[in-house]
């Protein structure tokens, strides 16, 4: 069990002022699962990620990702831990065009010696090729591989989002974590988002994190469920469980 | 069509009054007494065109409007298609680069010359514009670079003997270390903080350079500073010993234009060298992630970049390039002092790089001739050089903020076949 844990929050807490935002969350994700982080708005849901992904330093608790602490490193060594997130709202490279987004995703992979570059040795342009060979293969398989050398600010909403989970997806990471992705996308869209999901599970074996607002998404996808509400974790479990928690159709319900 | 005319005439009544009391009167003092003395009927003939145009600008600015809008297109003018294809392109430049390297030889010394002050501006230019064209960080104290890079050549001849070609290099290092210092203290800093920090950085390292006067001379800066030599040619009509005169040894008579068509080639090869690296460097993860930082730090960090070492490198490498320019303004000059490197300095490099379109290297290089130029032409105005500077700046930020030649984007394309 503990084996299979990739990710493990315990006890988060995060207070602004004299808000508390989180208030004792804990969660734990396993290896290959897609889990879903849901509550009504403002409940904490991106704070709790903020936290996980080094945005925040938690007030208190602790984040263990393959059973190393998390909470005291900076946002970029999370993520080149192999933990990477999307945004509430989109955080493209606007200017930039839709290769070069992923492109710059590839960082880390990137021959970065400055001499190497600059003499064009063999090694540099190997990599350089592999760096697009990838970003070619991602947008080939978020269906935007005709917008590549588009601004990406100048894309439709919807291949945005796709793009910015595209953009994670060549830093090869281990769990990813989508704040609200359907946010805005129209039912065929979020029908798509949905496939697109699936297949990285089980073409890439990813992790996914999700926090949603679309419940036929959740409740299609989701091998677990945590719920959260007004900074408290509410309830877990499967779908079928959540569907069935009387506490959590009275939050759901009070809410409308 | 009423308060089109009010308009009009409120402009141009103010255009009147304040045009009549700055220029029409003038006080003079006579004796103990100041008198206004009125200005005479040219004066105010030409103050009385003013009104006019100023008027019926006014009246029919939304037409004149609608019209550039029309002829100017979408406003945003990219480079003839010709230079589009990659072979067509490869020959212009190199058909430009040919014509820069003849230029010498068909023009007259101070055309030279001031083609050579011209270059230095490209190198400053291009430098700037890594910081604060492409990494998006407005530092208005450049000019501290520029003065580092300039006194290690001074200072290393002085004290060492170095030559101009050893202490080229290390000037380059010298000053990207000072980048990378001052680059620490400010990374945390964004916008208006950081430019007022770079600011006084300007200002520190010219007053640390007029005050130290035991190293640097203080005031009276540093003068017999070598010209560069080929191969151990000197340029001069007697060499120092050991050396021989670049006449002797071909057997010429002496020329000096030898020496200033000498500096322009060199200026030319290194700002050729600073094109070329900077266009690399544009296009490896390093100006990529230059760029992203620019357009969006939180972004970068959940994605594995460590913002604070983007900046640093944006710093230190954008220092150097002052550096190796430093380094060459102190052998062409041949005497240097803390006055060549006031604030203006600065606020002239960076307006080549806003004028230049922010980020796009050959909008610097054209931004930076007519920088250099410009005054150059309208020396009769000299007394109005500050005035003509700030007019088109104002100008520049009102019909083309984007610069006269803005990035093109892609910098990398992805191609299929
Ligand atoms: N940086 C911040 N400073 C102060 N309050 C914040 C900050 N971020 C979030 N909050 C507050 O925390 C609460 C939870 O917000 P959030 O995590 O965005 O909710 P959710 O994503 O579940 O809709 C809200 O009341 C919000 O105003
Ligand atoms: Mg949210």
């Known amino acids: 069990m503990a084996e299979s844990e990739l990710l493990s929050v315990r006890g988060l807490s995060m207070r602004f002022g004299g808000l508390l935002a989180v208030d004792q969350v804990s969660m734990e994700v396993r290896l290959g699962e897609v889990v879903s982080l849901i509550g009504p708005n403002g409940a904490g849901k991106t704070t709790v990620f903020n936290c996980i992904s080094g945005f925040y330093r938690p007030t208190s608790g602790e984040v263990l990702f393959k059973g190393r602490p998390m909470q005291r490193l900076p946002g970029f060594k999370i993520a080149r831990a192999g933990m990477v997130r999307t945004f509430q709202n989109v955080r493209l490279f606007k200017e930039m065009t839709v290769i070069e987004n992923l492109l710059v995703a590839q960082h880390m992979q990137a021959e970065r010696n400055l001499l190497k570059g600059l003499l064009l040795t063999k090694g540099y342009r190997r990599r350089e090729q592999e760096v697009m060979e990838r970003a070619a293969h991602w947008l080939e398989r978020v269906g935007l591989i005709d917008f590549a050398n588009r601004e990406a600010g100048n894309l439709a909403y919807g291949q945005q989002r796709r793009l910015e989970i595209a953009r994670c997806m060549v830093t090869q990471p281990r769990l990813l974590m989508l704040d609200e992705p359907a946010a805005g996308l129209n039912p065929n869209e979020t029908r798509d988002l949905n496939q697109m999901i699936v297949r990285l599970k089980q073409e890439e074996g990813i992790t996914v994190l999700l926090i949603e607002h679309d419940m036929s998404l959740v409740m299609d996808i989701s091998d677990r469920i945590y719920v959260v509400n007004q900074g408290k974790p509410l309830a877990d479990g499967t779908p079928e469980q959540i569907q069935r928690n009387p506490e959590v159709i009275k939050a759901y319900l009070g809410e409308e | ?417």
């Open chain 2, 1 to 417: 069509m009423a308060s089109q005319l009010l308009h009009a005439g409120f402009s141009a009544g103010l255009t009147f009054l304040l045009g009549a009391s700055v220029l029409g009167v003038e006080l003079r003092s006579q004796g103990v007494n100041t008198i206004v003395a009125v200005e005479g009927p040219m004066t105010w003939l030409w103050l009385g065109v003013a009104v006019v145009i100023v008027f019926f600008h006014q009246l029919f600015r939304p037409r004149i409007e609608a019209l550039r809008r029309r002829t100017w297109g979408g406003s945003r003018f990219s480079l003839p298609p010709l230079l589009r294809n990659h072979a067509q392109r490869r020959l212009m430049i190199a058909l430009v680069i040919g014509a820069l390297l003849l230029f010498p030889f068909l023009a007259e010394r101070s055309a030279i010359d001031l083609a050579t002050l011209t270059l230095i501006y490209v190198m400053l230019g291009l430098g700037l514009n890594v910081v604060v064209g492409l990494a998006g960080l407005l530092d208005l104290g450049y000019v501290g670079f520029y003065a580092v890079g300039a006194y290690t050549y001074a200072l290393l001849n002085n004290y060492f003997g170095f030559s101009f070609w050893e202490a080229l290099p290390l000037a380059g290092i010298v000053t990207a270390l000072f980048g990378y210092l001052l680059g620490f203290p400010v990374l945390r800093l964004r916008g208006d903080y950081l430019a007022i920090v770079t600011l006084g950085f300007g200002e520190i390292i010219r007053i640390l350079l007029n005050n130290w006067t035991e190293l640097t001379g203080g005031p009276n800066g540093i003068s017999r500073i070598p010209k560069p030599t080929l191969f151990n040619l000197e340029f001069s009509r007697r060499a120092d010993e050991g050396n021989i005169p670049f006449h002797e040894f071909f057997g010429i008579p002496y020329d000096p234009s030898y020496k200033v068509m000498y500096l322009y080639i060199l200026a030319l090869l290194l700002s050729l060298a600073t094109v070329y690296v900077i266009y690399r460097l544009m296009r490896m993860p390093i100006g990529r992630a230059w760029e992203a930082l620019r357009e969006d730090d939180i972004a970068c960090r959940s994605l594995g970049l460590n913002p604070t070492g983007i900046k640093l490198s944006a710093f230190t490498i954008g220092a150097s390039f002052a550096g190796f320019a430093g380094a060459f303004f102190a052998a062409r000059q041949g005497f240097i002092s803390p006055e060549s490197f006031t604030f203006i300095e600065s606020a002239i490099v960076l307006a080549i790089v806003v004028l230049g379109g922010m980020g796009s290297q050959l909008g610097v290089i054209l931004a930076a001739i007519a920088m250099t130029l410009l005054p150059e032409i309208a020396r009769e105005f000299n007394e109005y050089r500050m005035l003509l500077f700030g007019l088109i700046m104002v100008m520049m930020m009102v019909w083309r903020p984007q610069g006269l030649l803005p990035l093109k984007r892609p910098q990398m394309e992805l191609k299929r076949g």
